[in-house]
């Protein structure tokens, strides 16, 4: 029986990436925002949403908690180094706007921001309206 050698699997130190340009993605739906900041080639290095920052149910879904999430992965971009992103916004709550104020006051060159929110061409029929 082979032995398994938890010690080296255990003392593995994460290393830290080094990412000069990035693409920033802002994702917001009625209930929660989710940023997420990935390299050119699309591989995450930092991420946050309002649920790990310590919000919790309606309050979610506030642009100040959005904020907050936002500072939160510019902490972690600035150890990355980074300097230059790219925003692409999906969404349709207030809390995108705040979470795109928050990349630009923090020092970011902003490359561009894009608004990535999928419109429907007359597709899918719409769901009924609800009754209160």
């Not at 917001?28 to 919790?56: E, H, M, Q, R």
């Not at 879904?61 to 790219?86: C, G, L, N, R």
Request: glycine letters at 6%; hydrophobic letters at 35%; proline letters at 3%.
């Amino acid at each position: 029986m082979a032995q398994k050698n938890t010690k080296s699997q255990k003392n593995k130190k994460k290393v830290q990436k080094i990412v000069t340009q990035a693409n920033v993605y802002v994702n917001s739906s009625f209930n929660n925002t989710i940023l997420t900041a990935t390299d050119l080639k699309g591989n995450v290095y930092a991420w946050a949403s309002t649920g790990t920052v310590g919000f919790k149910g309606s309050k979610k879904s506030t642009p100040y908690a959005a904020s907050q999430t936002a500072k939160a992965v510019i902490e972690k971009m600035h150890d990355a180094k980074t300097e230059e992103i790219s925003i692409f916004v999906s969404g349709v709550s207030s809390g995108r706007d705040s979470a795109v104020r928050a990349f630009g006051a923090a020092g970011f060159k902003i490359d561009i921001i894009k608004d990535t929110t999928p419109i429907p061409h007359n597709g899918c029929r719409a769901k009924k309206p609800r009754r209160v």
